[in-house]
């Protein structure tokens, strides 16, 4: 038996480095991970804990954060489940101690100056922050499964971005999207995916009994998709809904054919495209995904229904946001980046 | 002050039936309701009560359904929140009795044989039917208005569809669509749209926590969309979704525009169709309706966010599937028939 | 046809203080009321509206709070949903300038300085104070409906305490209760009870899913309770929780008495005690009451459970915290301060 | 490695049952379980399929029920999730063809006829239920650990009951509680608890935003309490309630102390009792459990808030009732009986 993995993940304590953290503790081939506050957290800003129903089931105590304290755990993967701002700070100094990095935040996700500019990054001209951008690689084992194993930063997706990307990729390899007519994805996520910061948006009475459209026009998560999926922003309208739920997300993609196609044809280029890919279930026709199906797995589900026509096609796509959408995805990279199988730890 | 309207409801115990009880009971201009069970409740089938929340209220006891009975209570409007079937069989002899009708049901909701098909109707050849499928006017006050007053019989829009329709009206009416380029409607119901009925689908554990699509391209109400609007079937496409909560519809819309336009002459195209109209919100951009807003009330609420290229338009429609949906319009309905306000009674 | 009367609301962008807007607005013998902001709120540092849903309905525009606006409106009666300092700041200056008051926070309910403590007023020897403590009547209309006609200064009960409270009533004064035994109330409330402010507690995902017990012997409203029934703190245990709904409240409680007893005479207890009181509805057992059926209505629901062996009480009340546990209850007790019926504005 | 045990699950589609294939599926020590439908399911009545979620991770197909199927799997361990007629009907025939059981259902739970009363068994003067009565081992590990091992029927405990009496079982034992002022367990379930049958209770919208108390003084799992803590009738009441959530039990219980205590005795005995039991957290007071905390775990938590009188005491007791309170127990049950780590395939 080699020895296990040193890993360490700061922001234990958000809705994902916490699932994060859990799910470290249970991976059969990584040691007890070292768990740290934040910077700011660190600092006497906040001091919120890891959540009781960590009690019990030897959870390390949560330590404030200091340079220090990864080099003698000897960690030798660092995930960040940090905000971006505090990922493009911490991530310079992580690469140059010689540490790789999983960063769940957005830092690192985008290579087009133009879509970096929603996180209003101002050092894009930097020569590290440049370099760190170029060498990034976007973690989703699904499509960049090649690069991910040499990598020494992974971006870990949006969780948006995940459902979008996973349910168009198949379609646009196959050439076989009106581009011309416009993609849609209108896509509805629990409340987790907002955070942990009380506000009146995430207040149980502003969600409770309610849904809502926002960021119309401006997600984040909308610069990722189409860096992936190399299309232009006139081809794709992206509408997030927040949905009375704490987790799961449900992306419903609206997309043109060139031609007329049948049924087992878009099923037989889903199930080609993933064919080996172990956390991607497509779904028979006519029966879709729901939320409910991958809540608390790592799976990304995918069905569809075709229009009579044979040209009109409606995707359903549904991730656990906190899984495929965040930490399961990022244990799914850390199995890649050391030649584990993609499931270890996952089930 | 004249003589109060008799009316009376069968089917008052299911959502829309006892929410109309609910506002027939305080209406100033309309007698204390006759409540009626459906005939199949009569007949021993099931046998539940109004709601324990009418307790204290005045609400007359429930009565088995029977003519005689409303010969007796002197009945001049009759509610039908009865299944489509139910609707199909008693409205001909309503009506014959010189009773004026208002049918929540999709019974008489549609002209076109093709849209009848979904509901299995097998009288379209019928003599009656056919006429009175003639006859009946589809009860949309904010596009039918000078017709509703003078009908005698009068189906109640879907309440999908009144979210669907009013959200288009204006965009068609001014000709500015490029319905070449299709329009979509992902909407999302809350459950009591599916009504009272258990089963599997409807049961707390399979709708909590969870979203999901259903009769993606074979939706009833898609009929009424596409004949209120002038529509071909391959310009829309009409996605329902079942939401987590327990009332309100909120429906997210794409449309392309055949030019280029400016957010302030979307807003003025909302603006003056619906001006004068009571019960239409239009929201000025970029602030969106949310189902909450809505919620146990009779408006229906518009916004839109149009993108930068002033082609791409993205709609937001909420309406409470119970009122403005369902037993809210009926009571405008019938303030129109009866030349009373359009707020009468349900403020 | 009289003059309306002239109202104003201070924090009327709160939960309780919009639902108290809603009813003013609709109140057949109430004015257009003024609406203010709170203080805090008016110094800058918040500035929410009201609510989207109060567009098209008539709604003033939110006034910042003064003086001098209260004057120039001529208010006659002024409605404080203000946190109970500020409360305690705002009313004497309201008093003395002719204003009669309902408070519809806790500065004003408590007699006895021991239950003070848990508020922390430092002033409880301050002869304003403790004049304006002796003077405010506890504004409970169904066991103080003789002295709240004559009040210049109304303290609006708890919600969770107006649910305890007519549950126990009429057993305590029948002289049934074993109180030496100990009674229970173990009380759930939906979270608009715990304010807008949004804080972890408040967070949809803390919420959601969940049930959760807090302030365990240690609630603000168990002075009041104890107050307006006579107890000794020995005898009432109290508990409440949080309920993932966004509203109403459901007290289950437990009682011994002193005696062997019949259902039909506990039922008879309440009837008696409830005759022609408007806002009170006893439910026959075995049927209870559910946080549903009083939901959007001011009622109190009572109903009761009786064990074979006469002695042991089970008992639920529930309210609408916004409504009969806030606004509707001081919508009740205005009534009565002006002689009006006890239901106007309420239906 | 010993060979794997062979498990079989009767009504593997339920609630219960599914949540046992599934962590019999992810156990190191058993062997794909055989999954079977019910009887009646079999039999046509109904044909549910295992639930979406299980796809793609090795879950066996459905088998219809039949004897010869659990003979040629060469069944070692039957797992019932049945109804309790059904289990009633099963285990002679279980027991006789040399398996062992554990009976999920509430058929043999129970020694005392006067509490088998309530689940209708007209059976009891039968040699062989009589006998199978007194062989069955009530399944709480936490208090029959010593048995357990040995047997040949497990009763899997009741998911209230095994909130309620994990909660008493320490104070109980230390003889510390003053049993005549009486019990009280004020409980609260998710709809889960219900069964997946579709009825008008479990319709969601009768759930939601709703809370109702069900059963008072003539729930089905009092019996089982009563028995387990050797308590009368008179000395406990237990008033179940239907909470708006999918999972999860919390217990308010309500015990008065014959003697004055601190609470760090309180704690002491709790930490004393369940020393070692890896599946119950005792929270170190004034922390209190919630529902969130054991949700998705096997755990039971504990706490308790002690007044300032030191007599009377506020327990709350948490427990996820398709793990803890079913599944889980069942499989905790199933380590003990083969003599394995009491966390093995629950972590």
């Known amino acids: 038996m080699p020895a296990k993995l040193k890993t360490a993940v700061i922001g234990a304590t958000g809705y994902s480095g916490s699932e994060l953290a859990r799910l470290l503790l249970h991976h059969p081939r990584v040691d007890t991970p070292l768990l740290l506050r934040r910077q ?12 009781p129903s960590f009690a019990g089931n030897g959870c390390p105590t949560l330590q404030p954060f200091s340079w220090t304290a990864l080099q003698q755990h000897e960690t030798e993967l660092l995930f960040l489940a940090t905000p971006h701002e505090a990922s493009r700070s911490l991530v310079p100094e992580a690469l140059a101690g010689g540490l790789r990095v999983i960063d769940l935040s957005g830092a690192w996700r985008l290579k087009q100056a133009q879509h970096r500019a929603i996180y209003g990054f101002r050092d894009e001209d930097a020569v590290t922050a440049a370099e760190l951008t170029e060498k990034a690689v976007y973690g989703l084992p699904e499509l960049n499964g090649d690069r991910i194993p040499h990598a020494a930063l992974v971006a870990n997706p949006g969780c948006y971005a995940t459902s979008v990307i996973l349910a168009l990729a198949p379609l646009l390899a ?44 401006g997600h984040r ?57 172990r956390w991607v279930r497509v779904f028979a026709t006519p029966q879709l995904p729901e939320i409910q ?15 009579e026509d044979g040209r009109r096609l409606v995707l359903v796509s549904c991730v656990d946001n906190l899984l495929k959408g965040a930490a399961g995805q990022a244990v799914q990279n850390m199995n890649l980046m050391y030649g584990w199988k993609e499931e270890e730890g996952l089930q």
């Open 40 to 51: 700011s957290e660190t600092n006497g800003e906040k001091s919120a804990g890891m959540p």
């Open 174 to 217: 196959a050439g076989i999207v009106d581009r011309k007519k416009g993609i849609i994805s209108d896509s509805k996520s629990g409340v987790s995916g907002a955070g942990k910061e009380p506000n009146a948006r995430t207040h149980f009475v502003s969600v409770a009994d309610n849904l809502s459209a926002y960021s119309v026009f």
């Open 221 to 277: 998560h909308v610069g990722e998709i189409l860096e992936q999926l190399d299309l232009n922003t006139s081809e794709l309208i992206f509408t997030p809904h927040l949905l009375p739920i704490p987790r799961g997300i449900l992306s419903t993609l609206y997309v043109h054919l060139n031609r007329e196609m049948k049924p087992v044809e878009i099923e037989s280029c889903f199930r080609g495209f993933y064919s080996g890919k």
């Open 293 to 307: 199906f991958s809540l608390h797995t790592n799976y990304c589900d995918l069905g569809f229904c075709l229009a």
